[in-house]
């Protein structure tokens, strides 16, 4: 009796434990339902950089409300833990191991830009942690680090791919233009846009006949065009910041800047108050790209995706338009979900070697990384400005402006050669 | 490559961009050479000087030359205010060295984070219709983009040269710079005066910052990039001393294209701090100053 009394109590016991055992799992399993994925990154949103960092800003934020009206990665709801760099790289290592530290984020993306991007990369490494990044130039030929993924086309030689369309089509010229002249601002990426041009120049036998750099700090830009224009050269490379491209296209037309081709690395081009500013100033100039509302570049839901990014850029000081950094911003974050949806987890590890092996469908299009986490194959466009019309922001909205005129595949037009007649 | 018109081309060149370069500085030599307020936000306000000619170009398409010389007293009444919290927290107290640095140093920063906040990062540009064109005399060139900045700098230096010579409060000013004390005993208020010319440095950022955009696109921080320059002309120039400052300035500039054009502009910045040292290592007061 004895026995079977306390066989009952013992059963009963069991049965309380085993039910509150249940229930405590079934707690603890709602609680990390409903904890949210937490990916860090540092952006510029202050300082020279700042015009981009938060149009990237938009864009990543678009995603992550697209995510979480799908129910988050996973079924977590995704949040993001961001800080201000202030466009200054010294402040980009303290906020990455803050980051990981003290937010424990659960992922990291890049801010903008290569100064930005190369003072994470220890911390990112160390960490063992995937790295998707937003437009850094050739960072990762320094660091080999295979678990960094880079959303710019640039290419599977950055330094190269950048600027080999602007000197192929310079080459196909007939007659073949002979010289050329090379100017860059002193920093990072230009310098690095710079000795690629130097290569591709050398290796379509060209001939350099200028070949300097300028302080960022530059006031008038008419002095340098002028001393480019005294070496008489057929074309003219140009690695340049916003500020000093603006300035270099108004000095070569007061100068009357002679060159047959004109343009290549000017970073600026691509954004809409620039444009509109510059209106005329801008024909015939040849230049990168990442994107143009040209027909051959209707990726699938590219234009949607653009349509709500000037929805949400207006009135907040930012690129209105969107061609040049948002659709990859947005990118970048899909690759990241695409790869976190196919690997059910947030194992670096798999994550990595999915993202090898894959070809992701964004808004930019198919993406495939090479070996260096670069784009397996190069899509540096080279556009040509035609028949801008003075300022008027709306034409660049629409295709015929921004003629893509390299490479074949996504070709719109031909170049018109020379670049003043 | 040397030939005389790339060289005659230099010079104007060089001219012209020192004159601009005069017109950023003359604020800062009232402020700094005249009064010892280190006013390191001083391009922070010549910012808010293009902004402000953006924004009326933007909205009333008026010339931004005239925006900028309609919006002195505006600056100028900004400038007595700031003035006065500077005596009343710092001067008065004898805390102006470190303290008043680090006051102008948070006023800058200060400057740029409102800007971003009121008008974003995006670059900002002016329309007028001589932006662009450009005047041939002979072999040189000389786009309005610089000739008007220079017009409007050589003009606003003389008149901040004869103001300060030929009148009344200008020359208080002048004896505030030298001798407070003798100033307090024929009966003047040296803070008054003080405060009078800080509001006038301040309200030359007006112009000057209306001239920078008409040269290039400006953004929030880009007024860091003339901090060094602008300290480097009113040193040269003698601390205080306008024609000095003015012909240090156009040192500089033509210095600067010089060496841009027959060089390669990235000596530019090294060969006209070596100027400023080879001149201070001969006349450390500067080119006018008083020994």
Known sequence: ?????????????????????????????????????????????????????????IAMELWRDDVNKKGGLLGRPVEFVYYDDATNPATVPGIYTKLLSVDKVDLVVSSYGTNEIAPAMPIVMRNKLVFPSLFGLAVNDEFHYDRYFQIMPAGPEPKLDWSRGF?????????????????????????????????????????????????PSTTDYTPIVRAIQATNPD?????????????????????????????????????????????????????????????????PGVNEFLKRYQEAAKGKGVDPLGHYL????????????????????FDQAKLAAYMHRTTFKTVVGDVKFGKNGEWAKSRVLMVQFRDVQPDNLEQFAGPGKRIVVYPKEWKSGDVVYPYKK | MWSVDLFANAIVAGLLLGGFY?????????????????????????????????????????????????????????????YRVYYVAFERTGQESLSGLAFFFGLMFIIEVLLIMAYGVDYRLVSAGYIGRTINIGFVGIPFRMLVPFAVAAALTVGVYLYLSRTFTGRAILAVAQDRLALQLMGADPVKIKQFAFGLAIA?????????????PVEPSVGRQYIGRVFAIVVLGGMGSIPGMAIAALILGVVETLVGTFMGPSWSPAVSFGVLLLTLALRPSGLFGRK
Not at chain 1, 32 to 47: C, R
Not at chain 1, 167 to 188: G, N, R, S
Not at chain 1, 326 to 345: C, W
């Open chain 1, 1 to 57: 009796m004895l026995k079977r009394r306390s066989f009952v109590r013992a059963s009963l016991a069991s049965g309380v434990i085993a039910l509150a055992a249940a229930s405590g799992s079934l707690l603890s399993f709602t609680a990390q339902a409903a904890q949210p994925i937490k990916i860090g990154f540092s952006m510029a949103l202050t300082g020279g950089l700042a015009g981009a960092g938060k149009a990237a800003l």
């Open chain 1, 167 to 215: 000197f192929e089509l310079a080459a196909e010229q007939k007659p073949k233009p002979q010289t050329v002249a090379i100017v860059a601002a002193d920093a990072e990426f230009p310098l690095a846009a710079a000795a690629g041009a130097r290569k591709n120049a050398q290796a379509k036998g060209f001939k350099i006949v200028y070949d300097k750099t300028y302080p």
């Open chain 2, 22 to 82: 005069a017109a950023v500085s003359i604020g800062l030599a009232i402020a700094f050479g005249q009064l010892d307020i280190v006013n390191i936000a001083h391009p922070a306000f010549v910012i808010v000087g293009s902004y402000t000619a953006y924004i009326i170009n933007r909205h009333f398409g008026l010339d931004p030359v005239l925006i900028g010389i309609l919006f002195t007293p505006v600056f100028f009444l900004v400038g007595a205010a700031i």
């Open chain 2, 204 to 216: 030359t950022t007006a112009i000057a910052g209306s001239l920078l955009i008409i040269i290039g």
């Open chain 1, 235 to 299: 074309i003219v490379f140009v690695a340049s910041y916003p500020p000093d491209s603006v300035g270099m296209v108004k000095a070569a037309h007061e100068v009357g800047l002679k060159a047959k081709m004109f343009g290549g690395g000017m970073v600026g081009l691509q954004f809409a108050a620039i444009q509109k500013n510059l209106g005329p100033l801008l024909d015939n100039i040849v230049n990168y790209d990442f994107w143009a509302p040209e027909p051959t570049l209707n990726f």
């Open chain 1, 326 to 345: 948002p659709p990859y911003a947005y990118a970048y974050l899909q690759v990241l979900e695409q790869s976190v949806d196919a690997v059910k987890s």
